[in-house]
């Protein structure tokens, strides 16, 4: 069963950098897509960005594109979500997500950490 575990959220002030880390466990995820989404209070969970495991390919919402970085680390088989330049609307639960490359949904979804940023 595939596992998913966000840390490093946390309370920033605005123009400031978090980074935050998805350790997956429980797959293979060479045949994986793993994606970030945010939630803000009274808001619709959203896209942020996400990252093909084999090839690295990535792809951003437009609100953090310049700003917001993904990666991943094969060996660790962790994703990362460098953020710099965050804003107080950056403000939201983050969730690490994944998919099986092909299908559109994704099915495994972690706990989510909190990032809070003052102004």
């Known amino acids: 069963q595939v596992q998913l575990v966000e840390s490093g959220g946390g309370l920033v002030q605005a123009g400031g950098s978090l980074r935050l880390s998805c350790a997956a466990s429980?797959?293979?995820?060479?045949?994986?897509?793993m994606g970030w989404f945010r939630q803000a209070p009274e808001k619709e969970r959203e896209f942020v960005t996400e990252?093909?495991?084999?090839?690295?390919?990535?792809y951003y919402a437009e609100s953090v594109k310049g700003r917001f970085t993904i990666s991943r680390d094969n060996a660790k088989n962790t994703v990362y979500l460098q953020m710099n330049s965050l804003k107080p609307e950056d403000t939201a639960v983050y969730y690490c997500?994944?998919?099986?490359?092909?299908?559109?949904?994704?099915?495994?979804w972690g706990q989510g950490t909190q990032v809070t940023v003052s102004s």
């Open positions: 990252i093909r495991w084999s090839g690295g390919v990535t």
């Open positions: 429980g797959g293979t995820f060479s045949n994986y897509v």
């Open positions: 997500a994944a998919r099986i490359s092909g299908k559109m949904r994704y099915d495994y």
